[in-house]
């Protein structure tokens, strides 16, 4: 296995988890099942994530366009995010993972909101890394609702337009206390975002695997590290500036 550099760790990893159907048809199996089996890499990605450092994981779990899937499979979706959080939450407080949501939670029914707030309270003060899942989440969605309360907050007088900068959008974001994503991965062999942190994967490194979301291990994760520090974060700097620690920028 290649040997990641245990000094140079993405901050943090977000990854749009692709291909349970396909998983699923190549077994003759149900869509369901996929999505189950699916739910095992997650608890997988989780654990190794922590055990390697990495401070925040963002999982795509359920896009706002997921809502147009069939209802039993939206349905079953939910019903696995449920066990999800039965079954998990013991271990999200031995290994100290704080679980924070972000996405339209507002429509979710009941009791996946009740187990969610549960879960995200008692987790509050866990430290050792960020477990953030994308639930009814829409970038395009979370921008335009970021607009709607920076308008407001700009008609009642609490800020001026002229002091709408980067910074003070990012605040109005889901994400607002979570640094931009370091790494992206996309499982299943598709090449687009689909969506996912729009504004937050403007200098995202992104990395594509064949391997379908069911199937990716630990091995799989470890390539995309070790991929991830062989490339070089320019942010929009030449090499040459970067080596001089951009010192000549002003
Ligand atoms: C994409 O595969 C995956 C999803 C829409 C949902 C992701 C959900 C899980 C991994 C399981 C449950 C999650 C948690 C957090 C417990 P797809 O169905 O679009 O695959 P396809 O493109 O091959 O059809």
């Known amino acids: 296995m290649k040997k990641i550099d245990q000094n140079n760790l993405p901050r943090h990893i977000a990854i749009i988890m692709d291909g349970n159907g396909r998983w699923a048809e190549k077994h003759t199996l ?4 996929g999505h189950r089996q699916g739910a095992k890499s997650v608890k997988l990605t989780v654990k190794v994530c922590r055990e390697l450092g990495i401070q925040y994981l963002t999982l795509y779990a359920f896009s706002v366009e997921n809502w147009l899937r069939p209802r039993e499979e939206v349905d079953a979706l939910m019903e696995l995010l449920k066990e999800y959080l039965h079954s998990e939450i013991k271990k999200l407080m031995k290994h100290d993972i704080r ?4 996405g339209n939670i507002g429509i979710l ?6 187990l969610l707030s549960e879960a995200m309270e008692k987790t509050a003060h866990n430290r050792g890394m960020v477990l953030n899942l994308a639930l009814s989440y829409g970038g395009r969605d979370e921008i335009v609702e970021a607009v709607r309360s920076i308008a407001e907050d700009s008609r009642v007088g609490k800020i001026r337009p002229r002091n709408i900068t ?7 974001l889901y994400t607002a206390e979570i640094p931009d994503p370091d790494l992206l991965i996309r499982t299943s062999g598709e090449y687009r975002l689909s969506n996912f942190l729009l504004w937050q994967t403007a200098y995202t490194e992104l990395y594509f695997t064949d391997v379908l979301w069911p199937d990716f291990r630990r091995k799989h994760l470890m390539e995309a590290i070790y991929d991830f520090q062989r490339r070089e974060r320019r942010f929009g700097l030449t090499s040459d500036q970067l080596q001089r620690g951009g010192s000549d920028l002003g």
Request: hydrophobic share 45%.
């Open 99 to 102: 679980l924070m949501v972000i």
């Open 109 to 114: 029914k009941e009791p996946v909101r009740i």
């Open 30 to 33: 149900g869509r369901i099942s």
């Open 166 to 172: 980067k910074e003070l959008f990012s605040k109005y």
